[in-house]
């Protein structure tokens, strides 16, 4: 091993790149705690970051295939699109006209109701709340003629119930937040998976029945977008009885509930939309 001297030539050149200078004394643990210094503030950046995307909606609703289900769902609407503004250029021009009104007739069909003429829910006294769901689901979409499976809303829903009834008051509202944006994300991804699915099932059911099957999917966006209402809801009562003094940030998380609920309803509002062309083909 070499061992430098006072005298070495080289010596001066490695105490000023060390800091060892006598002249500017800092120095090599001076640099070290600034080095730390600087790790720990990537880290809390990071840290941010990360705490960031766990309550950013649009990223969750990617995390649980939300956008993957909904772009399948564009694509299958845009080819369906096509084929019916083919059907309509190779229409004789009597016909055409015919096939312009049925595709009209079907989209006011699918028209969403106003809140005052929704149909109020008739569930069993004692059903839980998960069965309740269910139970209008189905009846939304009894006579659309297909089996879809609802059980994966049924199953986050009842999770949820169960972390809202056992989580205890020292959560901090701050957890509540995070678990509603990712609770209402996961069921909007659910809920456009299933416009998705049941878009696949139309396309080659063997009898379609237009005015049941744009009926049944204008029942399950009112009941979805319900809900999601619901879902806010529930998430905004634990944070107003959410034992803070700071309730300024209370009601910035309750804003913000409500808000990405919004966000969750134009998503759904969406998918159904897609669906529209879906429904369209089936009557021409």
Known sequence: MEVLQDGDPGLA???AMLGLDSGDKPVLSQVLREARAKADEEDQ???AKREAKAVHYETLFDDFEGLVHLEALEMLSKQVSIRI???LRSADPN???DIKETLQQVAELCEMPDEEDEEEDEISEGTSRPDALHERLQRATRDIGLKLQFQPLIKQFTETLAWLETSDVTITEKAVYKKAVSDLAQTTALSVELYHKTAEMLLVKNRRSTADEA????????VL???ISDLATQFTEKLTNHASEDKEQINNYITNVFLEAGNSSKYIENAFHLALPIVQIGAV
């Open 45 to 47: 950046m990071k840290e």
């Open 225 to 227: 977008t319900k809900h």
């Open 85 to 87: 503004e083919e059907r």
């Open 215 to 222: 009926d049944a999917l204008t029942q399950l966006t009112v």
């Open 13 to 15: 050149k490695k105490r």
């Open 95 to 97: 016909k055409r006209q």
